[in-house]
């Protein structure tokens, strides 16, 4: 069973910082690119950013390019978006997606439970 567990969401300051953890079972990692999502208040799905299999190619949505950046650590299965420089539109359920495919952003086949990020002061 796939499983996508996130963590590290909160409250925090505008210009402030949070780190998102994504712990991934019940498939073969590194057999997958991996992506962030987050679904603001009254608002669809946004696609954050995604990572390749192998952490070679890194793609940031044009809002979050410089802000964020995504990692992968494959000894514990586990994916990363560091969130710096942290806006009011930042703020919503951040989740972890599982893609189809070992490249790409997309199609998602999986994503977890989501984390909530408040971003206000």
């Known amino acids: 069973e796939v499983q996508l567990v996130v963590s590290g969401g909160g409250l925090v300051q505008p210009g402030g910082s949070l780190r998102l953890s994504c712990s991934a079972s019940?498939?073969?990692?590194?057999?997958?690119?991996m992506s962030w999502v987050r679904q603001a208040p009254g608002k669809g799905l946004e696609w954050v950013s995604s990572i390749t299999w192998n952490g070679g190619g890194t793609y940031y949505a044009e809002s979050m390019k410089g802000r964020f950046t995504i990692s992968r650590e494959y000894a514990k299965n586990l994916l990363y978006l560091q969130m710096n420089s942290l806006k009011s539109e930042d703020t919503g359920v951040y989740y972890c997606?599982?893609?189809?495919?070992?490249?790409?952003?997309?199609?998602?086949?999986?994503w977890g439970q989501g984390t909530q990020v408040n971003v206000s002061s």
């Open positions: 997606a599982k893609v189809t495919f070992q490249f790409g952003v997309r199609p998602w086949d999986y």
């Open positions: 019940g498939f073969t990692f590194t057999d997958h690119a």
